[in-house]
């Protein structure tokens, strides 16, 4: 049990000693290319048409498989640069590879700012921006015809 809490504690002690030394930058620069790739893929997706894929994974099954495949290919990439960036970081500074601790931060960076900003933030965000929304066309002409009836008057 001592060799399991020690261990545990060790594994820890690791995780959070990442956040100095050497290669540190990759715990701020993986979320905010996450991020951008993230914010990229929702704008094509509104200027196609598209809803939200999150909404759309839940309630369209015949999308799922095609949903799962966007979603890999837009964050692959990213994990994977930052499951090397973790492994050697693990090589220069612990002298070893840790897989639980090398898929924690790989997730940690990549996945899940990815899934934070394509669900709820960008959600929030088209909430916040359909309500300040600039009129329509239709609605400035029918402000310009009423100012102008008025004028008449």
Request: glycine share 6%; charged share 25%.
């Amino acid at each position: 049990m001592d060799a399991i809490i020690e261990t545990l504690s060790r594994g820890v002690d690791q995780l959070l000693g990442r956040a100095g030394g050497p290669l540190h930058f990759r715990l701020f620069m993986m979320p905010t290319v996450v991020t951008i790739l993230a914010i990229r893929a929702d704008r094509k997706d509104v200027r196609e048409g598209r809803p939200t894929p999150l909404g759309a994974f839940f309630t369209d099954s015949a999308e799922r498989r095609r949903l799962l495949r966007i979603a890999l290919k837009a964050i692959g990439r990213v994990f994977v640069i930052a499951v090397v960036l973790d492994t050697i970081y693990q090589l220069l500074v612990l002298r070893w590879i840790y897989p639980i601790q090398l898929l924690i931060m790989a997730v940690g960076c990549a996945v899940v700012p990815y899934v934070l900003v394509r669900g709820p933030i960008i959600r929030l965000a088209r909430m916040l921006f359909r309500r300040q929304a600039p009129p329509t066309s239709a609605s400035a002409d029918r402000a310009g015809r009423d100012s102008a009836t008025r004028d008449r008057s």
